[in-house]
């Protein structure tokens, strides 16, 4: 069967869900691969809860729509509840331990906690935890360079807002110190 | 060629652009907003023309007025708003009227949901206005196809001065998929010889209407209109299918759906049971040549839809009860996953 990667990232609206999932498909499609970028959409863009799920592929992809991610970033405490059974045997949680009070006692995935709030708070880069955290998934999973993570970052930053790029970078570097 | 990470909704909006569309007119509703905020935003800087109508039904009318100018035009809605629309849609099938007409399908009836559906299917390719009509549609089923069936539809729109429609669901408009724009393809005649576009009393006036009180007059223009269906037929009936020559089962299914039957299909060849995949690209016409030649050595056909069931009428009017025709769907905005897919085919073993 050929080689897919299903991501679901979750948290609140607000936190940058999107954004991250969007920087994860363009670092798929910079490597060549065929990507699916599909968010939780509508009540959830009204505050609440907010959830993408992102496939990154060899070859075409099926249902863009991810039920048990190899990789879930929970960023809140409900997307914690919501998901954390759902990752698939031996895939990998990254966990926003700032807002999620539980711990994960099952052996069967590896789970990686990270204050990415607290983090994004210390260095100056609030609203930036989405990409602190997604700094630990590179480190944890190998998934990009950061030269990749850079051209990512150069065509998902909205144009006028080129000067958030060397900030997203500092974000990730923060991450995979972490 | 360059690819980048787009929205489907988006996607659309810039093929049409890029295929001459000079004037969008229509009303927000999710899942298709994507379309209007993208031609807000791009369109006026390109000297055309973006409103946001009143409702539905103005959006379709004032469609009926640029069309009739012979400028290339779209307005785009979901599955609510489709439906008033559907007046206007007659008479612009009444009048001859080439325009693009795009449907983001999300759950019915009444307000249904803003989730994915495929439950405007019968709607679509039986009756989307009163009156002797039908309405080429395409059914795109990832973001690329959106940007090259929406292309195609302006120009069969012109070629055969009719509607036409593109057919896709939430799970499309909403999603993002690499997508490229290919730089080939036509941007529309700049003055059709039909349009009422003033003639400088240089050429006898066009008219265009849709009402015709003499009834040999009606037929005939009906008649006329019925020929040009059957060379739509001939040369845009579209479909594309895999591993047939060998399987028992045929999963047809159409749009985001037949990307889902594609995975629970090569889940199914994993497991050893020869399954394989039809989808029809245009929906009407629907490929019922392509259908019939796929599955000449099946022993059944799985329909799968996003609905209790519209679609699966047609593929038994195309096979003509000659092999057994199963449905499995979902409703309520559920996208059904590879594996309750496979659990079916399983069963039908």
Redesign the interface.
């Known amino acids: 069967m050929k080689k897919m990667n299903e991501y679901l990232i979750a948290g609140f609206g607000g936190q940058g869900i999107l954004f991250a999932g969007k920087l994860l498909g363009n670092i798929g499609l910079i490597d060549n691969k065929e990507v699916t970028w599909f968010p939780s959409y509508g009540p959830a863009m009204r505050g609440g809860t907010c959830n993408c799920s992102v496939c990154i592929s060899d070859s075409l992809i099926g249902s863009p729509v991810v039920d048990s991610p190899d990789v879930l970033i929970a960023m809140n405490g409900p997307s914690y509840d919501k998901f954390i059974n759902a990752v698939k045997k031996g895939g990998k949680a990254f966990i926003d331990n700032s807002l999620v009070d539980s711990k994960y006692d099952g052996s069967d995935i590896d789970c990686f906690y990270i204050p990415a709030t607290r983090l994004a708070a210390e260095n100056d880069l609030k609203g930036m935890a989405n990409i602190i955290v997604l700094g630990k998934v590179i480190k944890e999973t190998g998934l990009a360079t950061l030269e990749t993570v850079k051209a990512a970052l150069e065509v998902s930053v909205p144009a006028g807002k080129a000067n958030l790029i060397e900030l997203n970078m500092k974000a990730i570097e923060i991450g995979m110190a972490n | 060629m360059e690819?980048?990470?787009m929205k489907g909704n988006e996607a659309l909006a810039e093929a049409a652009i890029r295929a001459g569309c000079k004037c969008y007119f229509g009303y927000p509703i999710?899942?298709q907003n994507e379309i209007g905020a993208y031609m807000s935003n791009t369109l006026p800087k390109l000297g055309g023309v973006f409103v946001q109508a009143e409702s539905e039904i103005g959006a379709i009318n004032m469609i009926y007025g640029c069309a009739a100018t012979g400028t290339r035009c779209m307005t785009s809605s979901s599955s609510p708003g489709m439906s008033l629309k559907t007046e206007g849609i007659s008479y612009l099938v009444g009048a001859d009227l080439p325009c693009v007409i795009v449907n983001i399908q999300r759950g019915g009836p009444g307000l249904g949901s803003?989730?994915p559906s495929q439950a405007d299917y019968w709607q679509t390719t039986r009756a989307l206005g009163h009156g002797d009509m039908r309405m080429p549609v395409f059914a795109p089923y990832s973001v690329q196809e959106m940007v090259d069936m929406t292309s195609k539809a302006f120009d069969i729109a012109e070629e055969f001065r009719t509607p036409v429609m593109v057919l896709a669901d939430?799970?499309l408009g909403?999603?993002?998929?690499?997508v490229s724009f290919p730089d080939s393809g036509t941007t529309g005649s700049s003055s059709p010889t039909w349009a009422t576009d003033g003639h400088d009393n240089k050429r006898k006036k066009n008219i265009v209407n849709s009402l015709f009180l003499e009834p040999i007059e009606l037929e005939n223009v009906i008649k006329e209109r019925f020929d040009r269906y059957e060379k739509i037929k001939e040369k845009h009936c579209e479909a594309a299918y895999e591993n047939t020559e060998d399987a028992d089962i045929i999963i047809a299914a159409y749009g985001s759906t037949a990307?889902?039957t594609?995975?629970?299909a090569?889940m199914a060849r994993?497991e050893g049971i020869k399954v394989g995949t039809f989808r029809p690209i245009t929906v009407y016409p629907f490929p019922e040549k392509q259908l019939q030649a796929a599955c000449k050595n099946a022993k059944k056909v799985l329909v799968v839809e996003m609905s209790m069931g519209q679609m699966v009428d047609d593929v038994k009017l195309a096979l003509d009860c000659k092999i057994p025709v199963e449905f499995y769907g979902r409703s309520g905005g559920f996208?059904p996953?590879?594996q309750e897919v496979l659990e079916k085919i399983r069963g039908m073993m």
């Open positions: 690819r980048s990470l999710t899942p803003i989730q939430g799970l909403q999603m993002m998929e690499p990307r889902i594609q995975t629970a090569e994993a996208v996953g590879p």
